[in-house]
C-alpha cells in the first residue's frame, strides 16, 4: 500500500501498540486523529483514513491504509497486542 520509495514492509509481525486516535506528521503530511492506528513494526501500523477512498492503490508512506469503519471494527473486535500480521503482494 506504499508510494514507490515508500513502500510497506513485508513479513510476518505482531501488532505491539494500538491508539485510538494519533497525529501522524512526516516529510509532506501533517494528519491529525488518524483513527484506530495499530502498530505492527517499527513506524508501520494499519490504520482507518479519512484523507482518500482510494483503497487498492499505493498511497500511503508505508502503513495500511483501510477505510475507517473496517479499522474500527478490526480495532475493537479482532486485533489486541500481540495479533500476526502477515503483509505480502
Not at 482507518?48 to 482510494?54: D, E, P, R
Not at 502503513?63 to 500480521?85: K, L, Q
Amino acid at each position: 500500500t506504499g508510494l514507490p520509495g515508500s513502500e510497506t514492509v513485508l513479513g510476518d509481525y505482531k501488532v505491539y501498540h494500538m491508539l485510538e486516535s494519533q497525529r501522524m506528521v512526516g516529510p509532506g503530511y501533517d494528519l491529525p486523529g488518524v483513527p484506530y492506528v495499530m502498530y505492527f513494526y517499527q513506524g508501520y501500523a494499519l490504520h482507518g483514513t479519512y484523507w482518500h477512498h482510494n483503497f487498492g492503490h499505493p498511497m500511503s508512506h508505508g502503513c495500511v491504509n483501510m477505510p475507517t469503519p473496517e479499522a474500527e471494527w478490526f480495532y475493537e473486535n479482532f486485533v489486541e497486542i500481540g495479533t500476526p500480521v502477515h503483509v505480502e503482494l
